[in-house]
């Protein structure tokens, strides 16, 4: 079965450059969201959308921006680049948004961003 | 925020049974997930509950209850390989965002 997938899986960045993640979600699923994970820490939630329009926003720095494309795929800008800023990023998707009953969120395998 | 609290770490024997705990805020709450997560790796879906009670699937059962704002994960037959870190999510109001615990560490020792 198709699942989640995110590319690059592996990037490295200078401070102050900019990088884009790619999402790509499952078919059918018009829910998108992104989480953004630190060494040993959980997975924080930064911004979601729904049928291209963003459905919800969490701690996104204002240095990151996403969007959600006609065929559904989304993708993650993130600018001046820190060091901070080095950890996994997972994109999920869903069938549908307003966390209905058994809405199981199924994630991609994760970017994981090194900023040096 | 919402509070959702679990055990850093736990240790537990091959073939012995395991149940961790998450406890969260209840106001607003939606349901419940329960990830594996392997160092390095995405999360991957055990269970969810949105109403009381026990929910089985296979080694893995996970239980809720709404009014406690209490949780756990029962994992029996152990074996090596679940050792990994298991997450516990709540889902609050509408729009389906995950808020995530810390996550427990499960060390399976022979």
């Known amino acids: 079965a198709a699942g989640v997938i995110q590319s690059p899986r592996h990037l490295i960045k200078e401070k102050r450059e900019t990088a884009t993640l790619k999402c790509y979600p499952i078919?059918?699923?018009?829910?998108v969201y992104w989480y953004q994970q630190g060494p040993g820490q959980d997975p924080q939630f930064l911004i979601s959308?729904?049928?291209?329009?963003?459905?919800d926003k969490g701690s996104i720095p204002d240095r990151f921006s996403a969007q959600q494309f006609s065929d559904y795929h989304s993708e993650l800008n993130m600018s001046s680049l820190e060091l901070g800023d080095s950890a996994l990023y997972f994109c999920?998707?869903?069938?549908?948004?307003?966390?209905?009953?058994?809405?199981?969120?199924?994630f991609g395998q994760g970017t994981r961003l090194t900023v040096v | 925020g919402q509070n959702i609290d679990q055990p850093t770490e736990m240790t537990a024997t091959e073939g012995a049974i395991v149940q961790i705990n998450c406890t969260y805020q209840?106001?607003?709450?939606?349901?419940l997930f329960w990830y594996q997560q392997h160092a390095g790796e995405a999360p991957t879906f055990l269970s969810y509950?949105?109403?009381?009670g026990l929910e089985e699937k296979g080694r893995f059962s996970s239980f809720l209850s709404r009014s406690k704002g209490y949780s756990y994960l029962l994992l029996k037959e152990l074996q090596m390989k679940d050792s990994a870190s298991y997450l516990c999510?709540?889902?609050?109001?509408?729009?389906?965002?995950?808020?995530f615990g810390q996550g427990t560490e499960l060390s399976v020792k022979p």
């Open positions: 078919p059918r699923h018009d829910t």
């Open positions: 509950n949105v109403l009381d």
């Open positions: 999920a998707s869903s069938p549908q948004d307003r966390g209905e009953l058994g809405t199981e969120a199924f």
């Open positions: 209840t106001s607003g709450f939606n349901g």
């Open positions: 999510a709540v889902s609050y109001n509408q729009g389906g965002k995950l808020i």
């Open positions: 959308f729904y049928e291209k329009m963003q459905s």
